[in-house]
């Protein structure tokens, strides 16, 4: 792609086959909409024949880049052994070898691990188990589950409930029982909370809630550690730990989404490691396959664990999806895994952790504020009109960056796998993105 196609605001980005009315997009088709054709280390390429820098890892997940042999290799060896069992009647070594390579690199007091099929599925699956902790313990009024607005966990009724934003509404009611409750940056956004006083102003908040709905029907708090549909909003110094402190308190379940936040992202390998706080459930997905393979998982702690079954003995959590624990998912999400586990990424992640922040604040300059946790990047964007975040993201694609824009924000998610000349690639990008959009930096 010649430097004179990408910057071209009238370009067209994508090449598109006639006839689309058999297919039902994911998200809105717009002409900005690319067919993509196939993906090398952090590049991707449409149709027309365009490259594209990947800084969003896909969607969170291409961890290890689009071409990560150790776990190509996995899953075409598994695919030649065993592509599927029948999961009425058993499971598949990989899947075994997968839970409890997820168990060992969870939070110390995490015993169990369930796979399913993607980050909604896993929300769903913690919503249950919440629940059903709270009947064995002789509690079974305690059913209500308490999130964020503006959060998000999901697409499936249930997780799509508990994502407290406007435009979920359009498919009626939601499901009952779901409250929601206020971060501590929208405390900081609405009503100009500084930064040192919102978190524990969100927790105790949260608290009065749970005392207002009554804590005896109350089973869990489902949070995330990094808002991701805040441009990556920061939780506070001690807000987690206070979180966990009420929770306590009130004998109500912590549970962390981390379908983004997991298995690397922050520099350790769940952010629950890197705020110091464990929770009860912890819900994994996103790049725990390298992006190689639909999974995600329920992690939980051994209290939790022992009403599914014997302590330190076979657990089981019914009803469950057809592909959950398939072989080729797990075969890919153990090589993943493994590879993270034995290739000093946590190390180099941090390390290029740094040099990218540094990077993005130069770009930036004054038009927006970095946020940053591990390699993930929010900017709060300031400027002239609206739909900021949108506008950025259209200017960067394209110029042959991918990254997602919403609202007054951008976030970036680079691979792992990124170099440094990618990582300046992206911030040049970047950079002449907000020069178009919010005028060059003072």
Not at 179 to 202: I, Q, T, Y
Request: glycine share 12%; hydrophobic share 40%.
């Amino acid at each position: 792609m010649t430097d004179e196609a990408v910057t071209d605001p009238r370009h067209p980005l994508s090449s598109w086959p006639s006839d689309l009315s058999a297919f039902c997009f994911e998200v809105p088709h717009s002409p900005e909409a690319l067919l993509f054709t196939s993906g090398k280390g952090v590049r991707l390429a449409d149709a027309a024949g365009r490259s594209y820098l990947d800084a969003l890892s896909g969607v969170f997940v291409t961890c290890f880049g689009y071409d990560c042999e150790p776990i190509v290799s996995a899953v075409t060896d598994q695919l030649r052994t065993l592509p599927f069992n029948p999961p009425l009647h058993g499971t598949n070594q990989a899947a075994l070898d997968l839970a409890r390579a997820l168990v060992d690199l969870a939070p110390a007091g995490i015993t169990a691990a369930k796979l399913v099929n993607g980050g909604s599925e896993s929300v769903e699956a913690a919503m249950r188990l919440a629940r059903l902790y709270h009947r064995a313990h002789g509690e079974p009024g305690r059913v209500k589950v308490l999130g964020y607005y503006h959060g998000y966990h999901g697409a499936t009724f249930g997780s799509l409930s508990l994502t407290g934003r406007p435009d979920t509404t359009r498919f009626g009611p939601g499901l009952p029982g779901i409250v929601h409750v206020w971060p501590p940056d929208c405390l900081e956004s609405f009503w100009d909370v500084p930064p040192e006083r919102s978190g524990a102003l969100a927790a105790a908040m949260i608290e009065r809630t749970i005392e207002a709905e009554g804590p005896d029907s109350v089973a869990a708090l489902v949070v995330e550690p990094v808002i991701h549909l805040r441009g990556m909003a920061l939780p506070p110094d001690g807000y987690l730990p206070a979180l966990r402190e009420v929770c306590d308190r009130h004998g109500v379940l912590l549970v962390f989404d981390e379908i983004v936040t997991g298995f690397g992202r922050t520099g350790q390998p769940f952010a629950a490691q890197t705020y110091g706080v464990t929770p009860d459930i912890l819900c994994a997905g996103k790049g725990i396959s390298g992006g190689y393979a639909p999974l995600a998982a329920v992690l939980m702690a051994g209290h939790i664990a022992a009403v599914l079954g014997e302590e330190g003995g076979p657990v089981s959590f019914a009803p469950s999806h057809t592909y959950a624990a398939n072989p080729l998912a797990a075969a890919a999400g153990l090589a993943a895994v493994t590879l993270f586990r034995e290739g000093g990424w946590p190390a180099r992640i941090r390390e290029l952790a740094a040099y990218t922040e540094l990077r993005l604040r130069e770009a930036a300059g004054g038009r927006g504020t970095v946020r940053a946790a591990g390699l993930l990047y929010g900017v709060k964007l300031t400027g002239p009109g609206e739909r900021l975040g949108e506008r950025v993201a259209s200017a960067c694609l394209r110029r042959g960056l991918i990254l997602r824009g919403q609202d007054d924000w951008v976030v970036l998610a680079p691979a792992f796998v990124t170099t440094t000349a990618e990582t300046d690639e992206t911030a040049r990008i970047l950079g002449e993105a907000l020069d178009e959009v919010c005028g060059a930096a003072r």
